[in-house]
């Protein structure tokens, strides 16, 4: 399953998708066999946009499947 896609599968996601916080790194991590993405907590939106704008410009294959 692509990040492009434009609908839901048919048969839905095999694991659901799951959202976790973390506190332990500035920066996202995917765990894309079991289709969870931990989102770093920060102390402002500014600096969660800055490592997040970083985190994504910077990794290469972002968004292709």
């Given at each position: 399953?692509?990040i492009?896609?434009?609908?839901i599968p048919?048969?839905?996601?095999?694991?659901?998708?799951?959202?976790?916080?973390?506190?332990?790194?500035?920066?996202?991590?995917?765990?894309?066999?079991?289709?969870?993405?931990r989102?770093?907590?920060?102390?402002?939106?500014?600096?969660?946009?800055?490592?997040?704008d970083f985190?994504?410009?910077?990794?290469?294959g972002?968004?292709?499947?």
């Open positions: 399953i692509s492009n896609e434009k609908y048919a048969l839905g996601f095999s694991p659901k998708p799951s959202l976790e916080f973390i506190n332990h790194s500035r920066f996202p991590v995917a765990n894309t066999c079991d289709n969870i993405l989102i770093p907590l920060h102390a402002s939106y500014t600096a969660f946009k800055h490592d997040m985190a994504i410009c910077n990794s290469p972002f968004g292709r499947a």
